[in-house]
């Protein structure tokens, strides 16, 4: 007999970071002629993690993850990806083969 593996999930008032409000900041860089937007938490950290949005999306739909990364002290980068969200350009699809195709690895 196996036992049952069972997973909790702590309701969010047991978060420590349910009131916390990171400060972000949108910004853009322009890769070749592009403006590719992303939001920042722009804390200073060794540790960071960028997070990339399916298509179609922007970075904004993941702004839930700010609040918990930034408690502890993880710089958030979301990145609008081309075409997508507030960023220019033609997306590239979302046909994996082909991107690795057309763009290499």
Request: aromatic share 12%.
């Amino acid at each position: 007999n196996k036992e049952d593996k069972k997973v909790i999930i702590k309701k969010e008032k047991d978060f420590p970071w349910k009131n916390y409000i990171p400060e972000i900041t949108e910004n853009f860089v322009i890769i070749d002629n592009t403006k590719i937007f992303y939001l920042d938490n722009n804390i200073k950290s060794e540790n960071c993690m960028i997070l990339l949005h399916g298509y179609p999306s922007s970075k904004e739909e993941l702004l839930h993850w700010f609040p918990s990364l930034s408690y502890y002290n993880i710089r958030v980068i979301a990145i609008d990806q081309k075409g997508c969200g507030n960023s220019e350009g033609s997306h590239i699809g979302c046909n994996t083969k082909m991107h690795f195709e057309k763009f290499g690895p």
